[in-house]
């Protein structure tokens, strides 16, 4: 069974500090890995992909891969309580196999 | 770009009718789209996954003949929830994979479905 875990949290993180979100997947076949944010009521948002070992930074966002180790994080840098949300890791891989979706981890920035 | 929409975005039906969820990839073509589902404080559930012109796959446990899935275009597919009942009530979410994409999904807003 192809899966990626999250932890389910709540991670509490004050207003302005670094929010730290890790994931772990174990298809190593896996090519391109995902995070959305889910805000409650609402549907899934993309907001960062990576396919390449290391980190990949936009915005206030920091992804990072590490294939060897089966490890996917995302780091929210001055996080707002806007941030707070669930957020999804997914892994993803050609040849018409469905992304796998972990079940999220719920964040609360605390003004 | 990537935009993915749903009608309607809720809905109440009478235990016993159908309804029907139309999803469109509106600015993007979609080789594959796909049907979840999501109970209150619940993670995702995919219900199926639908290829352009080919039948859905189901995931296990969900009925074929209950939802039924239709992928008519690269940009359009339909979830008819069939005979409903008041435990279908549900919060039901498509997305669709972008065409040459890196297996991205965009989802839809989702539709709030109650049945009374």
């Known amino acids: 069974q192809k899966e990626v875990e999250q932890n389910s949290g709540p991670l509490s993180v004050p207003e302005g500090a670094i929010a730290s979100l890790n994931c772990t997947y174990s298809?190593?076949?896996?090519?391109?890995f995902f995070w959305y944010r889910q805000y409650s009521g609402k549907s899934p948002e993309l907001i960062m992909f990576i396919y390449s070992n290391g980190d990949k930074e936009d915005g206030r966002f920091t992804a990072q891969l590490n294939k060897a180790s089966q490890y996917v994080s995302l780091l929210i840098r001055d996080s707002q309580p806007s941030d707070s949300a669930t957020y999804l890791c997914?892994?993803?891989?050609?040849?018409?196999?469905?992304?796998?979706f972990g079940a999220g981890t719920r964040l609360f920035v605390k003004a | 770009g990537a935009v993915v929409s749903q009608h309607p975005s809720w809905v109440i039906c009478k235990s016993g009718t159908s309804v029907k969820i139309e999803c469109r990839s509106l600015d993007f073509q979609a080789t594959t789209m796909f049907w979840y589902r999501q109970f209150p404080k619940q993670s995702l559930m995919l219900m199926a996954t639908?290829?352009?012109?080919?039948?859905?796959?189901?995931e296990q446990g969900v009925e074929k003949d209950k939802f039924l899935i239709n992928h008519a275009s690269l940009t359009l597919s339909t979830l008819t929830v069939t005979s409903a009942h008041p435990e279908d009530s549900s919060f039901y979410i498509c997305s669709a994979r972008h065409r040459g994409g890196i297996y991205e999904q965009y989802f839809g807003p989702g539709t709030r479905l109650t049945v009374t």
């Open positions: 997914a892994s993803g891989r050609a040849g018409g196999f469905k992304t796998i």
């Open positions: 298809d190593r076949g896996s090519q391109s």
């Open positions: 639908s290829n352009e012109g080919s039948k859905a796959t189901y």
